[in-house]
Every structure is written in structure tokens, then in C-alpha cells.
């Protein structure tokens, strides 16, 4: 089982500095962080240029990484995770070309999926009351791409006084991986920071294996088969003749 620790640092040092004791405590394996104060000088850590994004792992391998203007991918076992940030100071050209860039580098990810980030986008899909025009480019890709929304409840995940409360965190994952997440919760625990972490699990890749093959091929319990029933149903069937020797077929 992998444990996931999604949030916005929004450039706090306080919230870098707490952020090794949140891992601590929750026992995450892998962490997907939006607008760090900084990078971390750790094995694990893959930031962007811009340090508007970042994926920590800081006790398991990483197999592969990537970057771009506005994620982090990494590949942790069978899944590749990315951490995403976009903007809310972007144009609308910009939101689309940077939004283009991102749909073209998860098609480009083969296998299992998690995508973590703040969007700066609302819908009713995830809690709010209302979906902005954003969001639904937002959602029409993960509709491209075969994405489901991880979100649960309404919990804001946002909270800054005198600029209200939003959901702008959102966490995605193929159809395939979607089964296999726990326990989607935001914490209420205090991060320094105007976001709240979201914590989950996702559950081992061999138990949900053998559970979809045993589910996919099911097979015949001949403990509960009645065999002279079976007998008597098979000496009262005719047997085919079409195409047989005539000292075969009676004839």
C-alpha cells in the first residue's frame, strides 16, 4: 500500500519546514506538492524549473521522472504520478496552450495514473456549487484521457480569511487506479500555509490483481455438480450425425 500526501505550500517557510513531520506522522510514501518555498536537498525530491511544482518520494525508488512548466511526473512501481500547478494569473490563450502541454504529456504516460495538483479551477464536480469555464477544459480532458475524479465530499480545501473558501486541489486517476484509492480525505490539521493537505491510500496492486482475474474468469463448481443428473441428460441426448460415417450415425 502507498500512502499520498497532496497539498499547496503557497510559498510558506513555516509549512517547508513542518512538512518532513506531516510525513513522519502520516507515514506518506509519496508526496505530490504545489508552490513549494523552496527545493528540498533530498534524495526523492524532482522539482520543476519554476518551483511551482514537485513530487517528494522519500523512501521508495523513483523509476523514471519528468518536467515541465507546470508538473512533475514520476514513475513510483506500476504508477507514474504527477504533480500539477496552473495559474489562476494566466491568460486565456496561456491556460489553453499550458493546458494543451500538460493533456499531451499524460498521453505520452503509459499504465496507471495519479494526478494531484491545485488547478485554480472550481466545479460542481468536486464540491463547489458552480463549474467555471476552465474547469470544463479541465474536464473534457480527463474525459479524453480516460481520467476520474478522486475527490470526495465537499471539503474546502482552500481558506484564507477575507478571500473565502474554494477547492482548488483536486486529485485525478485512470480508471484502473481509481479502484484501488482509500480513504480520499482532506486533513484539518494545521499546515502553515491557506491550503490543507489531502491524505490517501492506494491499495496494493497484487490483492486488486488477483480480485479483477478472479472476478474476470469465473469458473464452474463441480463440487456442487449433480453427476447422475449429468449421466442421464447425456445418454438422452442425440448425438450428431451431420457429416458422420453412416456406420456412426445409424443410418
Known amino acids: 500500500m502507498a500512502r499520498i500526501l497532496q497539498g499547496n505550500l503557497h510559498r510558506s517557510r513555516l509549512a517547508h519546514d513542518l512538512l518532513p513531520q506531516f510525513v513522519a506522522e502520516e507515514k506518506a510514501d509519496i508526496l505530490l506538492i504545489s508552490e513549494q518555498y523552496t527545493d528540498r536537498d533530498t534524495p526523492g525530491w524532482v522539482s520543476n524549473d519554476a518551483r511551482t511544482a514537485a513530487v517528494w518520494v522519500p523512501r521508495r525508488g523513483i523509476a523514471e521522472s519528468g518536467t515541465g512548466d507546470d508538473y512533475v511526473r514520476v514513475r513510483v512501481g506500476r504508477i507514474t504520478y504527477f504533480s500539477v ?105 494545521y499546515t502553515a500555509s491557506d491550503h490543507q493537505y489531502i491524505l490517501f491510500d492506494i491499495q496494493d496492486d497484487h490483492r486488486n490483481r488477483t480480485r479483477e482475474r478472479k472476478k474476470q474468469t469465473p469458473r464452474w463448481n463441480t463440487r456442487r455438480m449433480n453427476r447422475n443428473r449429468l449421466a442421464e441428460e447425456m445418454q438422452r441426448a442425440e448425438l450428431p450425425s451431420i457429416g458422420l460415417p453412416q456406420h456412426l450415425s445409424g443410418r
Open 85 to 189: 500547478y496552473l495559474s489562476p494569473n494566466l491568460t486565456a490563450a496561456d491556460f489553453a496552450i499550458r493546458l494543451g502541454v500538460l493533456e499531451d504529456a499524460i498521453r505520452d504516460v503509459s499504465g496507471e495514473l495519479v494526478i494531484g495538483g491545485d488547478f485554480n479551477v472550481r466545479a460542481t464536480e468536486w464540491g463547489m456549487t458552480t463549474t467555471n469555464c476552465r474547469c470544463r477544459a479541465i474536464l473534457e480532458m480527463a474525459a479524453l484521457l480516460s481520467l476520474v475524479v478522486a475527490n470526495e465530499g465537499n471539503t474546502t480545501t482552500y481558506r484564507r480569511p477575507g478571500f473565502g473558501e474554494s477547492i482548488p486541489d483536486v486529485t485525478f486517476a485512470s480508471e484502473t487506479t481509481i479502484r484501488k484509492i482509500r480513504d480520499w480525505h482532506v486533513m484539518e490539521e
